[in-house]
């Protein structure tokens, strides 16, 4: 599902909802301020849009122009807003009146007797006797004292209350009258009479709880109640009421008030409230004074409850316009039942902070594409996802410019804090406490550790400190064991690490196969792991024998999460790139850059005597390694970075992963395996994927073993696509999102 969002993400409204726009699919922001209908039309045609979510869409003059070009063409269109229930919120077909939803036809049929009908009457009766209400409002007081103090201790009460004037349902759902003012002047008239004719009704208005001033009134037979008295006192004293459209009147059915109304109110049917054209209607209105059915009030509360609002808690801030108005901003709901177009959505679920240390967007390694996995997984989930990552590797990005990228590509994340590492600040005095810190991580033997100075900078602990505390997770989920310094010492949730891989067996290997100069002690390298581990009270493994390693470690439950991905769109083709013989997609590691200078001294020689032409096309920073930039290397082609890897994939025979060493998954096997290739890997290279060589791929130890199955499946296109469809098997059934969105799902549960 596709979904265009018309306004900017960072708007109040958009981050109040942000942890539900997952609801949305795949969801793209357009600015309806500079985007016109027709071209909005345009675009939604134009790429498959399914359906568009604006806030109210009489908001601005560019959205309304939108949004009725949107309903003409019949595009389907989600409007969110307020509802007129305390603690109501509608994704709604259209907005108040003009919506669909509340004509009796989909409202009006009787409710069975049992649960459903004895819980809308439930809710009716604790409506009445609330504190509850739409906006702020003084203590309840007593009603006889209150009807004293309105003056009508023997007089029937008409109640009146007013609704801000540049409100849009009532610059454009006013109905019969103009504006507030023509209201109050058809009220005055009809106060008048009815002095003049010695029948004892008292008007009594309440002022709107944001309005500043008190509308004036010409008329000594209309009178204000107490600012702060509460509105149900007053719907509980009067005797009927009448509004323009507010939410009000709904609340006045609720308590089984009569109920006019001079503008076009969603609630105004036969049955509820009354529709008034003009005084003599009013003046029949308070005559016959008609209560509300009964039945009817139930049935469209409880089409309300059930089909149209969502009900949660929400977090308000009161601010001050500029012009001095008063208006209460949502900054965030906490939905406790969500309804989207009447389908019943499950709530969102626990808080999670996730802890990365690398960027999980533009993603040119693997740490970036699991983090990205991870954090898309934990949204479909219905998890509450907030974000801090530490960039440690893009100096010349801001932390504004990467937070935006972050944003646009996990638009529901709620929070999402972006801290640069300390040795990124190119400024005199940012160099000197670098080098200060850097020196206190040699003295407390730092490079032997873990987690250090170095991995994880106390800026970086504060931030996720401080995120924890606005977020208040009921999980800290933490990338890697060298982050484990994050956790606030104070934390009380659940901790969790992904550790990637086993940092040790990394480690040693990156000394024994890579030659790695920099001495590390092992055993303080591997001590410092293990205790790092065991501050946390579920661990994630990668690779099912690494999930064995850490289970003679710790204590805590050892989960097994392999890596997975969102299955990639259809191949594309492209003039830009030629048929390629074989792809090798890495990142600048030992690991990758010993990989393939084993490939091009072992493999290649012994392919290209059979096939002289064969070229190995390599995508990805590894073209940066010095080791590779000092000497030529004949029959292999480096692009560099590709942003778009799925036409390489496409037009490439096969997918080479010779790599020697390293720990946890492959990651770039387990993408190749989602684009369907045709793969040859070595054993390390395969390491915890259950795959069957010559069913999914094809594995091969040696230099020879590795050129045989190359040279196989370029010389036979039916061993190529039994290949590549035992690939697409595989990775659906092991790695695909929804697998890895099962395996997540054990480890967060509670």
Known sequence: MRTLALGRPRTAFYRSIAHELIRFGDLVFVDERSTPPAALLRK????????????????????????????????????????????????DQGFNADSPSYAP?????????????????????????????????????????????????????????????????????????SSLDEMLGHLSALAGELAAAGIPWRVVLKKHPLETDRLPVASTHLRYAPDTTHVHDLLALSDAVICLNSGVGLLALCFGKPTGCFGDAFYAHE?????????????????????????????????????????????????????????????HIEFEEL??????????????????????????????????????????????????????????????????????????????????????????????????????DQLTLGPHRVASLNTCPPVFRRRVAELCERAKPHFLFVNYAKLAPVVPAHFTGIKVVDTHDYQTRFLIEDQERNGLRRPINRRIFRLSEHHALRRFDRIVAINPDEKRTFERIVSAPVYFVPAFCREPPPPLTSPAFPALDALFVASVSNFNVKGLRWFVAEVLPRIRRE???????????????????????????????????????????????????????????????????????????????????????????????????????????????????????????????EAGRAALAEVFAR
Not at 48 to 77: I, S
Not at 145 to 150: H, S, W
Not at 419 to 425: A, E
């Open 339 to 440: 309804r989207i177009l009447g389908e019943e959505m499950p709530c969102r679920g626990d808080r999670v902070v996730v802890v990365s240390p690398v960027v999980p967007t533009g993603i040119v390694r693997g740490s970036q594409a699991r983090v990205n996995a991870v954090l898309a997984a934990l949204v479909a989930n219905g998890m509450r996802v907030n974000l801090a990552v530490l960039n440690a590797s893009q100096p010349d990005r801001t932390t504004e410019d990467l937070n935006a990228e972050i944003r646009r590509e996990f638009p529901s994340l709620e929070h999402i804090v972006v801290c640069n590492h300390p040795r990124l600040d190119r400024t005199v005095a940012g160099r000197l406490r670098w080098l200060g810190a850097r020196t206190v």
């Open 271 to 331: 049955g509820l409230a009354e529709a008034l054209r003009s005084v003599d209607d009013a003046r029949r209105f308070l005559r016959e004074r008609a209560t509300p059915d009964p039945r009817k009030v139930e049935r469209f509360v409880h089409h309300l409850h059930t089909r149209v609002y969502s009900f949660g808690q929400m977090q308000t801030e009161l601010v001050r316009e500029r012009d001095g108005a008063l208006r209460r901003i949502t900054r």
């Open 44 to 91: 939604i045609s134009d790429e498959g849009f399914d359906r568009v979510l604006m806030p109210n869409p009489y908001g601005n003059e560019a959205r309304l122009a939108c949004y009725r070009a949107l309903r003409r063409a019949g595009v389907t269109v989600v409007v969110s807003d307020r509802g007129a229930l305390p603690d109501s919120w509608f994704f």
């Open 611 to 737: 096939r002289p032409d064969f070229v190995l096309t390599v995508a990805g920073n590894i073209a940066r390694a010095r080791e590779l930039r000092r000497r030529g290397l004949p029959g292999v082609n480096f692009l560099g970075v590709v942003p778009d890897l799925s036409v390489l994939y496409a037009q490439s025979a096969c997918v080479v992963a010779p790599l020697l060493g390293g720990a946890g998954m492959k990651i770039k096997v387990v993408e190749a395996l989602s684009y369907g290739k045709a793969i040859v890997a070595t054993p390390k290279a395969l390491e915890g994927i259950r795959a069957s060589s010559g069913e999914h791929l094809l594995r091969a130890a040696t230099g020879a073993e590795f050129a045989e199955a190359v040279l196989t499946i370029l010389g036979s296109d039916s061993t190529r696509r039994r290949l590549e469809a035992g690939a697409r098997g595989l990775y659906r059934r092991d790695h695909g999102f």
């Open 105 to 177: 036809a989909a409202w009006d049929r009787p409710l069975p007797d049992g649960e459903a009908l004895e819980r809308t009457r439930a809710y009716l009766r604790a409506l009445q006797s609330s504190e509850g209400a739409l906006e702020a409002q003084g203590p309840r007081r007593d009603l006889a004292e209150l009807r004293a103090r309105l003056g009508a201790a023997d007089r029937p009460i008409l109640f009146v209350p007013l609704q801000r004037p540049g409100d849009t349902v009532v610059r454009f759902f006013s109905g019969s009258v």
